[in-house]
């Protein structure tokens, strides 16, 4: 089993910064990838950003166009999501989630890829 709870959400105005952090506990933190999603009111969840059980490959969906960086720290068995120049469309509730590997293995852009999901954080950009 794995945990994972989500932090770092909250109001921010349009063209600021949040970093999301996902700290997971219950497995080996590096034999697992790593995921971020997000749902906006009304929509359907989808894929934001992914990073490997290593942390060496990373890859995002296209509308992120470099203002998003996924990362993780596996001293303090966290993935963190760095948001920067961030919309009003961005706003959202972003989830992170897990993959288990047996040894290594990427992230995936698909929702039924990954075995555990926290509990989200809310993240609203005004105008």
């Known amino acids: 089993q794995v945990q994972l709870v989500e932090s770092g959400g909250g109001l921010v105005q349009a063209g600021g910064s949040l970093r999301l952090s996902c700290a997971a506990s219950?497995?080996?933190?590096?034999?697992?990838?790593m995921g971020w999603f997000r749902q906006a009111a009304g929509k359907e969840r989808e894929f934001v950003a992914a990073i490997s059980s290593t942390g060496g490959s990373t890859f995002y969906a296209d509308f992120v166009k470099g203002r998003i960086t996924i990362s993780r720290d596996s001293a303090k068995n966290t993935v963190y999501l760095q948001m920067n120049s961030l919309k009003p469309e961005d706003t959202a509730v972003y989830y992170c989630?897990?993959?288990?590997?047996?040894?290594?293995?990427?992230?995936?852009?698909?929702?039924?890829?990954?075995?555990?999901w926290g509990q989200g954080t809310q993240v609203t950009v005004s105008s």
């Open positions: 989630a897990a993959r288990r590997c047996s040894g290594f293995c990427y992230g995936r852009t698909a929702e039924i890829d990954y075995d555990y």
């Open positions: 219950g497995s080996t933190f590096i034999s697992i990838a």
